[in-house]
T-cell receptor
Framework: DVKVTQSSRYLVKRTGEKVFLECVQDMDHENMFWYRQDPGLGLRLIYF???????EKGDIPEGYSVSREKKERFSLILESASTNQTSMYLCASSSLDRAWEKLFFGSGTQLSVL | KQEVTQIPAALSVPEGENLVLNCSFT??????LQWFRQDPGKGLTSLLL???SQREQTSGRLNASLDKSSGRSTLYIAASQPGDSATYLCAVRGDSNYQLIWGAGTKLIIKP
């Protein structure tokens, strides 16, 4: 069974901390994505990557960075966490073959910044 | 700019009914459209993917249709069950980039 695994289900951090959210996929997918989901705002794309060491900004990249050193792993970094980054963070992956590009999601990380 | 709308925002129906969820989009130049399901506090599960050249896709009790010219997709759920209760989201991909444009979702409650 295909799988996207996010390292933490719940995370509580303090303002100013550096936060790492990890995502691993086992489907050999080229594309990986980080979204945040907030009530009333829906899903918003933070960053995505279509290859190792490649990254592209999404709609709301401010305050975030990403790292993709290996094909299967895509990390989201909050350089200095702030309370407005409290949210559900969702990682997803898909094949580069656009004919088969169903998006597969992890279970999400609920991050609270105090 | 593409916009995706899902109406209604919430729907409650008795178990056993057939129902239709709606998704509309403003720009018909799409590459594909996906329907997802999200259970509370969980990630999303892809249900059906329709390519722009297709009119419908079926999986079990689910049938998704696509009418590009009118900018609409529907998700038909037959013989609904309490386990179908979830939020259903649609997402549209345009031709030009990797990004999906998301609807806000329809929260579906199936009453036993």
């Amino acid at each position: 069974d295909v799988k996207v695994t996010q390292s933490s289900r719940y995370l509580v951090k303090r303002t100013g901390e550096k936060v790492f959210l990890e995502c691993v996929q086992d489907m050999d997918h080229e594309n990986m994505f980080w979204y945040r989901q907030d009530p009333g705002l829906g899903l918003r794309l933070i960053y995505f990557s279509y290859d190792v060491k490649m990254k592209e900004k999404g709609d709301i990249p401010e305050g975030y960075s990403v790292s993709r050193e290996k094909k299967e792993r895509f990390s989201l970094i909050l350089e200095s966490a702030s309370t407005n980054q409290t949210s559900m963070y969702l990682c997803a992956s898909s094949s580069l073959d656009r004919a088969w590009e169903k998006l597969f999601f992890g279970s999400g990380t609920q991050l609270s910044v105090l | 700019k593409q916009e995706v709308t899902q109406i209604p925002a919430a729907l409650s129906v008795p178990e056993g009914e057939n129902l239709v969820l709606n998704c509309s989009f403003t720009d018909s130049a799409i590459y594909n459209l996906q329907w997802f399901r999200q259970d509370p506090g969980k990630g999303l599960t892809s249900l059906l993917l329709i390519q722009s050249s297709q009119r419908e896709q079926t999986s079990g009790r689910l049938n998704a249709s696509l009418d590009k010219s009118s900018g609409r997709s529907t998700l038909y759920i037959a013989a609904s069950q309490p386990g179908d209760s979830a939020t259903y989201l649609c997402a549209v991909r345009g031709d030009s980039n990797y990004q999906l444009i998301w609807g806000a979702g329809t929260k579906l409650i199936i009453k036993p």
